[in-house]
Structures are given as C-alpha cells and as structure tokens.
C-alpha cells in the first residue's frame, strides 16, 4: 500500500506510541528513525532495533525483507523530511526574486544536513532514488510517485530561470542543470558534515557556501550544456 508524502509525515511526527500487538512494523520503524536520528545509519541494525523493542530478531523479518529493507525505509522517511523542509522554502518565499528563491532552496538543503546530520546521512543509504530523476513535471498526478508537486515548483522556478539566463523555457535540459546544482550543494554538504570543512563554525559554511551556490546557478545552461566554450566570452577553441 502506498503511503502519501502527507501520511509520512503523520508517521514521523505522531507515531510515538508503545508497541502493542499489532503496529509492529511502524514501532520497529520508529526505533530505526531514532537510532538513526541518534548516532547515524550503522546503528540501525535488525538486532539493535528489535531489542529496543522488546522482541526477537526473527520477528522484524515477517515486516521487513530484511536490514537493507529497514535501512531504505528510515532513509526515505529522511528524504520526505528533507523535502518537507525545502517545500517550506518555497511557500515562504513570497517576494523574492527567483534566484534569491532558488539560492534559499539551497541553504535549506544544507542547514537540514547541519541541523539533522546523522538523519541527513541515513537518507545517503537509499538506493531506490526516485526523487526528479526521470521526472516529467507535466505528468499527470501518479500516487506512486513522491513528492510531485514539489518537483513541479521547482521547475517552475526552473523555467524562470532558464528564460532569463537563456531566453528559453525549453525544458529539453532541465534535468541535466538540476543535476548540476544538486550535485553542487550535496557535494558541498558531505565535505560540510563529513569532510575537511565538519570543524568550522556553522556561519563559516554558510559564507563558504554562498558563492557555490551562486556559481552553480549562473553556471546552467539550458541550450548547450556540455558544450564547455559556451559560456566563455573572450575565448574561442583553437581548433
């Protein structure tokens, strides 16, 4: 059965009651989202899960396929907080310009890695990527598809700023420059969590991170973008 985006976020946000017979599944899912929100997604183990909750291993088995099941379901339900988070951007964002929009998009992106940076990292263990990949923000409204409706305010914003950088709202290339910014800002965000810059004050990433952003949106191109030369205005290929 398909649960909604809106379910999902009932489930994260009220689900804390006790186990009893019958709930299983979402107590033992419970656990994982708060052993993965605690110390990251290698906590989150059948073993560790199942004695919190009072039962056997074997028992999480008849709900769960088995640990890698587990762990896509807690980073899923990091992913849909993670997009809660940038939809709330954007209804917020009223007035802005849309690159100021677009620029906001990207530090909620980063401030939910820095504000949730184990559950952040859980949502990296999911395979199953279906969030705007492949995606046709035209498409009628498909219940097994997440997160629609944000995929589609994003192109718009997309196409606004293709008309103005480019003079096009020809979505031919939409995906590969929202690829190019996203790519940006997570690759950004794990050096920010994970790597060199984890030790610097949180103001520091975020000045660190402005002009990347920024970069990476005047870098898109919606009519030539693996063309390398086309942005350049005073070099031409010598061949």
């Given at each position: 059965m398909h649960i909604s985006f809106g379910d999902k976020m009932s489930f994260m946000e009220t689900h804390n009651k006790p186990y009893h017979h019958g709930n299983l599944h979402d107590e033992l899912l419970r656990i994982?989202?708060?052993?993965?929100?605690?110390?990251?997604?290698?906590?989150?183990?059948?073993?560790?899960?199942?004695?919190e909750a009072g039962v056997s291993p074997t028992?999480?088995?008849r709900h769960f396929k088995d640990?890698?099941?587990l762990h896509d379901k807690v980073a899923e339900l990091a992913t849909d907080e993670l997009v809660r988070r940038l939809h709330e951007?954007?209804?917020?964002?009223?007035g802005l310009d849309f690159p100021e929009h677009l620029m906001q998009i990207g530090y909620a992106y980063l401030e939910f890695a820095l504000d949730e940076t184990n559950f952040f990292r859980c949502m990296l263990e999911w395979k199953a990527l279906r969030f705007m990949l492949g995606v046709d923000p035209n498409t009628e409204d498909d219940p097994k598809m997440d997160h629609l409706q944000q995929i589609r305010d994003f192109f718009a914003l997309l196409s606004r700023h293709a008309e103005a950088l480019?003079?096009?709202?020809?979505?031919?290339?939409?995906l590969q420059n929202a690829l190019l910014a996203w790519s940006a800002i997570h690759g950004f965000t794990v050096l920010a969590i994970n790597?060199?810059?984890?030790?610097?004050?949180?103001?520091?990433?975020?000045?660190?991170?402005t002009p990347v952003v920024a970069g990476a949106l005047r870098g898109m191109d919606f009519k030539q973008p693996s063309n390398v030369y086309?942005?350049?205005?005073?070099?031409?290929?010598?061949?």
């Open positions: 994982a989202v708060q052993l993965g929100k605690r110390s990251g997604p290698e906590a989150i183990t059948v073993r560790a899960v199942t004695r028992s999480a088995y640990q890698e099941e951007t954007t209804e917020t964002a009223e480019d003079n096009t709202t020809e979505p031919t290339y939409f790597g060199p810059m984890s030790q610097l004050p949180r103001e520091q990433i975020l000045e660190l991170f086309s942005r350049y205005s005073n070099y031409k290929p010598q061949n």
